[in-house]
């Protein structure tokens, strides 16, 4: 662990920045692997039902997927058996797709992102693939965190469940 101003900080961790539409892996201080993301269209924010990013320390949950094809369709966590297409896409144009894996997040600071009206687990909040048509750089989920399904996939296969995650603006 490293000592930041009072924060601790883990040797491992994901740190995902709102401004910069960024996430970075990091071990012992360095950046090791970098990804363009999109998160809440909605902003920073904690509430059930904003459809925002929760900020904040977060671990992931659990990894869900592993072993699914790529662009695998995913609804409350379990494979449809549909694999996206845009003629899937055409079908249900108003679907906000989960795509190929899932990486599931649990807050940690009580009051802030854990428990009652700001639960980020019970928000539902992920880490998780979208259409590869989607812009990655620009707010535009419903409070998640988006990634291009190949980035997905190489992150996927770096972390584990209980992993530190930091989300700021």
């Known amino acids: 662990?490293?000592?930041n101003d009072s924060q601790v900080i883990p040797s491992r961790y994901l740190d995902i920045c709102i401004t910069q539409q960024q996430l970075?892996?990091?071990?012992?201080?360095?950046?090791?692997r970098q990804y363009a993301i999109s998160t809440?269209?909605?902003g920073a924010g904690q509430l059930k039902g904003s459809e925002c990013t929760?900020?904040?320390?977060?671990?992931?949950?659990?990894?869900?997927?592993e072993g699914q094809p790529l662009n695998s369709v995913f609804v409350g966590r379990r494979p449809t058996g549909?694999?996206?297409?845009?003629e899937l896409a055409q079908e249900y144009p108003q679907r906000d797709w989960i795509l190929t894996r899932i990486l599931w997040?649990?807050?940690?600071e009580p009051g802030?992102?854990?428990y009652g009206c700001v639960d980020t687990g019970w928000r539902y909040i992920y880490i998780h693939g979208?259409?590869?048509n989607c812009l990655m750089g620009v707010p535009a989920s419903h409070g998640c965190i988006r990634m291009q399904n190949a980035d997905l996939l190489d992150l996927f296969t770096q972390v584990m469940p209980g992993l530190a995650v930091t989300i700021h603006e």
């Open 105 to 108: 997040l649990n807050g940690v």
């Open 54 to 65: 929760p900020t904040g320390w977060h671990k992931i949950r659990a990894k869900i997927g």
């Open 1 to 3: 662990m490293i000592s």
């Open 40 to 42: 809440a269209k909605k």
């Open 112 to 114: 802030k992102n854990r």
């Open 24 to 32: 970075s892996y990091c071990v012992d201080g360095e950046i090791v």
């Open 130 to 132: 979208c259409p590869d």
């Open 82 to 86: 549909e694999i996206y297409t845009p």
